[in-house]
C-alpha cells in the first residue's frame, strides 16, 4: 500500500511525466524478471517514442546486454578509425564497461590521441634487450614494493621475464601469420582483445587494455584488428536506434555492421532491447 501512496504522492507532486519516468525504472530493474517480454517491450517502446521517457536508456547494465548480444560484440577495425584512446583510469569512467553497457554523461570527452608505445619501439625499432626497456625496470620496481597491479600481476622476477617472452613472441607469430582473434588462436580468453568504446559522435576510442598489440600491428604495417566492444554511448545508441528502427542493441548491432571491417559483428539473434 506504501508503494501506491508514494506513488500518488509523485504524481500530485511532479506530474505525470515524472511519475511515467520513475515507475518505468522501477519496472525495468525490479520487476522485468516478473513482467511478460511483450508487455516489458511495449512499454519501454511507448515511454520513449511519445516523448514521456525518451532518456528510458541512458544506461543498460552489461549483464543484460551481453546475454541479450551473446557475451560481446567483436568487429575489425581499422587501426585509422581509432580515433585516440580513452583514459579508463578515471574513477568517474570505470562503470562503462564493467556495470554499464550503454552510458550517458561526459565520459567520452576525456580522451588523447594515439601515441606508439614507447616498449614496442624500444624492443622491435631501437633492437634493445628487454631488460632494458623503461618498463622493465619499472615493473621490477612495482614488482619489489608488492604493487602487483602495477607489474601486471607478475609477483617473481620469473614471472616478469616470462611476461616479456610472451610479448617477444607474440610480436613475431603476428609477423609471420598475420593478426588473428583470440579465438583463431584457440584461446580460452575468447574475448580477450583490444578493448574500444564508441563516444556520442561514433568514433572508437581504445579502451583499457590492448596498447602492445595495437602497436605490433601498427608497427608491422597490419590495416586492421579485432576489438571488443566494451561500452557506448547513450547519444550514439539514440541516433543508431532513430537510423535503424528496433530495439536499442538489434540498431546497435546493424550500425556496427557498417564499421566492421569484415562485416564480423556478433550476430543478434536474440530479442531484447
Keep these: 500500500m506504501h508503494f501506491f501512496k508514494s506513488y500518488i504522492e509523485i504524481y500530485k507532486r511532479e506530474g505525470l511525466r515524472v511519475l ?3 515507475a518505468f525504472y522501477v519496472l525495468a530493474w525490479k520487476a522485468q524478471g516478473y513482467m511478460q517480454k511483450e ?6 517502446s511507448m515511454l520513449i517514442r511519445t516523448g514521456i521517457c525518451p532518456e528510458a536508456w541512458r544506461r543498460i547494465p552489461v549483464h543484460y546486454a551481453r546475454r541479450q548480444i551473446d557475451n560481446a560484440i567483436i568487429i575489425w577495425l581499422r587501426l585509422d578509425q581509432i580515433k585516440g584512446v580513452w583514459n579508463w ?18 565520459w567520452d570527452l576525456d580522451w588523447r590521441p594515439v601515441e606508439p608505445h614507447p616498449t614496442i619501439e624500444e624492443l622491435f625499432v631501437q633492437g634493445r634487450r628487454y631488460q632494458e626497456t623503461g618498463q622493465y625496470k619499472k615493473m621490477m620496481k612495482n614488482m619489489h614494493q608488492g604493487r602487483y597491479e602495477a607489474s601486471y600481476g607478475c609477483k617473481t622476477p620469473t614471472e616478469v621475464d616470462a611476461y616479456f617472452e610472451r610479448l617477444i613472441q607474440a610480436f613475431q607469430h603476428i609477423h609471420e601469420q598475420g593478426y588473428k582473434t583470440q579465438k583463431e588462436l584457440g584461446s580460452v580468453k575468447q ?7 564508441i563516444d556520442r ?14 602497436e605490433m600491428a601498427r608497427l608491422l604495417g597490419i590495416q586492421a584488428v ?11 545508441a539514440r541516433e543508431c536506434m532513430k537510423k535503424h528502427g528496433g530495439t536499442v542493441l538489434e540498431a546497435i548491432c546493424k550500425e556496427l555492421e557498417a564499421l566492421d571491417e569484415r562485416r564480423y559483428a556478433a550476430r543478434f539473434d536474440r530479442k531484447g532491447f
Excluded: C
Design 191 to 197: 574475448f580477450d582483445e583490444i578493448k574500444v568504446v
Design 89 to 106: 583510469g578515471n574513477a568517474s569512467n570505470r562503470e562503462l564497461g564493467k556495470k554499464w553497457f550503454v552510458m550517458d554523461g561526459g
Design 20 to 22: 511515467s519516468r520513475k
Design 226 to 236: 579485432p576489438v571488443f566492444l566494451y561500452g557506448v554511448h547513450y547519444k550514439w
Design 39 to 44: 508487455l516489458f517491450e511495449t512499454a519501454r
Design 201 to 214: 559522435s561514433g568514433s572508437p576510442l581504445q579502451g583499457p587494455g590492448g596498447n602492445h598489440r595495437r
